[in-house]
């Protein structure tokens, strides 16, 4: 089990900045020792981040008893980290599926009706593996239950979960405006993805082998990608710049709003 006191940095930041609702399940089913580390080191890792750019963050653990939506989305900025997968039946898929670990209905719902809810008050967005999955389906599109040849997208328990996989950016995206480079590698570890992309997004990233990597909502600042920034065996300048990217919007909605 994840306890609370195992995620948080030991700097919580000054906390003058923007309001940040970090979103992540701290415990879902079928967790074990190793992926509960992960859970760990991923989620302490997004939030120094966050620390350490000011902002003034708060973690919503949406495998706890969850506040109204309402609640989560009183903020200037919304992240949602990874997690168990995504309930098929979300996306049309009866289930189960290969593979399939994680699931909680409770928690795809909570943050399917934050993301909504967040994109209609233009909240900003940042959505990680899990999180850009969530961000597709909520807006009508499909996932791969299991990638067939996944290879190239996760490793194992003897390698690690994590791996260096080379991602493209489309051209034309904020995405693109962001990261400023087309090509990246980055650290990834995951056996579904965005399918079909949902009719009011766009693609942002994909794979070599044509597995979508990241999308976006080409009129709100709401973006999803599928690779970890917050892994902590990598370069981090990813999550520097996606971080600090979601910072600046946030910054720029209380400046509009008069909420800062």
């Keep these: 089990m994840v306890h609370l006191h195992e995620v948080l940095p030991d700097d919580p930041g000054p906390r003058t900045g923007p309001r940040l609702s970090v979103l992540v399940s701290l415990n879902f089913p079928d967790l074990n020792d190793h992926v509960a580390d992960l859970v760990r080191s991923l989620t302490r890792v997004a939030l120094e981040e966050a620390a350490g750019l000011g902002f003034d963050w708060r973690l919503v653990d949406t495998s706890a008893p969850l506040p109204e939506v309402a609640t989560a989305l009183d903020t200037d900025a919304v992240l949602i980290l990874g997690g168990g997968d995504v309930d098929s039946e979300l996306y049309g898929v009866p289930g189960p599926v290969p593979h399939e670990y994680g699931v909680d209905r409770a928690a795809d719902d909570f943050t399917v009706d934050a993301i909504r809810g967040a994109v209609d008050r233009d909240v900003p967005v940042l959505a990680v593996c899990r999180g850009v999955q969530l961000l597709n389906v909520a807006y009508g599109g499909t996932l791969v239950p299991d990638l067939e040849n996944s290879d190239l997208h996760h490793g194992d328990h003897d390698s690690g979960l994590f791996l260096d996989e080379h991602v493209r950016v489309d051209e034309g995206t904020r995405l693109l405006s962001i990261l400023g480079e087309r090509d990246w590698h980055v650290r990834n570890g995951h056996h579904q993805a965005v399918d079909v992309v949902a009719p009011s997004l766009r693609r942002a990233a994909v794979a070599d082998d044509g597995v ?15 690779w970890h920034p917050e892994e902590g065996d990598g370069p981090g300048d990813d999550r520097a710049l996606l971080w600090g990217a979601l910072y600046d919007a946030a910054l720029d909605r209380t400046r509009a709003t008069g909420s800062g």
């Excluded at 979508?212 to 599928?226: R, S």
Aim: hydrophobic share 55%; proline share 7%; no cysteine.
């Design 212 to 226: 979508v990597e990241a999308v976006e909502h080409p009129d709100a600042w709401a973006i999803g990608v599928q």
